[in-house]
């Protein structure tokens, strides 16, 4: 695709946008993560990139982008890449204010102490569940994955619909719809079957 057939894209993927398409939402932010994602990474600094994943940053970002895109005025075929690094940006610097790093520096998120009977065997066991877990959720869409992440964060399912736009019952579902999809493809892969 040529430069021009692009921003010609990214102008019609960004009126359905604004016009309340999440598909289009979602079009455009994959077409950008790479950009954004090294954006993010670079402007994370020792500190913060310690603890926090540039994942988690993009996820904040499209939160906010589901939340204001409709108001968001394109001034050129830069604008919306622009857009998105400032909106990136500003999350950094939030994360990067002295207050966000005392607080997580001093108390950091519970401890969660393996058991002390747990074998190196098993506690490798537990990592590669992990690993697999992220691997696994990279095929579901970036919404399903928001919400899955957010609960696991201990968000509650309210909380999540006031911030994606959905309904309380529609977030329970997804996340119950890729809990299970998750567990049934965690399953297999125990089994030594991968495919679906």
């Not at 994602?37 to 993009?58: K, V």
């Not at 999350?91 to 207050?99: D, R, T, Y």
């Not at 719809?177 to 049934?184: G, K, S």
Request: positive net charge.
């Amino acid at each position: 695709m040529t430069g021009s057939d692009e921003s010609r894209d990214d102008t019609a993927l960004l009126a359905r946008a604004r016009d309340g398409d999440r598909s289009a939402v979602e079009a455009l932010f994959r077409r950008y993560e790479p950009m954004l994602q090294a954006w993010a990474r670079r402007r994370l600094g020792f500190p913060l990139r310690t603890l926090e994943e540039t994942q988690d940053i993009l996820q904040e970002v499209y939160l906010v982008v589901l939340q204001k895109v409709a108001e968001f005025e394109p001034q050129d075929q830069h604008s919306f890449p622009a857009w998105l690094k400032g909106i990136a940006t500003r999350i950094v610097l939030q994360k990067a204010s002295g207050s966000y790093l005392r607080h997580r520096l001093l108390d950091p998120e519970p401890l969660v102490l393996r058991d002390l009977e747990a074998t190196p065997c098993t506690a490798a066991t537990l990592d590669e569940i992990k690993r697999r877990t992220y691997q696994e959720l990279r095929g579901f869409d970036r919404l399903d994955r928001l919400i899955y992440r957010l609960r696991r964060r201990g968000f509650s399912s309210t909380q999540i619909a006031d911030l994606v736009g959905m309904t309380d019952r529609g977030v329970r579902m997804r996340h119950a719809r890729v809990d299970a999809r998750l567990r049934l493809r965690l399953g297999r892969l125990a089994d030594g079957d991968p495919e679906e």
